[in-house]
């Protein structure tokens, strides 16, 4: 089993940064990729980025292009997703997952965390 716990969301205002981790624990040489997932109230869940274990490759949502990045703290087992120049629509709960494939599909991901809630609003 790999357990995924995420941190650093919150409020902040339209323009802000936020910073997001996801520490993974547990079986954690079963993992080959991790995402960032997101779903606003009312709508389904989307893709927000993606990223290889060994950091090797990332992708993105158009949506986030540009202004998030998603890496990778080898030392504490983290993925951190890196949100600057946010926006209203960027409110949503975000959860972190691991999978055995890089993928942009929540189909493809077999542990999922309980999810941070970001809002940004004035």
């Known amino acids: 089993q790999v357990r995924l716990v995420e941190s650093g969301g919150g409020w902040v205002q339209p323009g802000g940064s936020l910073r997001l981790s996801c520490a993974a624990s547990?079986?954690?040489?079963?993992?080959?990729?991790m995402g960032w997932f997101r779903q606003a109230p009312g709508k389904e869940r989307e893709f927000v980025a993606a990223i290889r274990w060994n950091g090797a490759n990332t992708s993105y949502s158009d949506s986030v292009k540009g202004r998030f990045t998603i890496s990778r703290d080898y030392a504490k087992n983290t993925v951190l997703l890196q949100m600057n120049s946010l926006k209203p629509g960027d409110t949503a709960v975000y959860s972190c997952a691991a999978g055995r494939r890089f993928s942009d599909s929540a189909l493809d991901m077999n542990y999922w965390g309980g999810g941070t809630l970001v809002t940004v609003s004035s």
């Open positions: 547990g079986r954690t040489f079963t993992i080959y990729a």
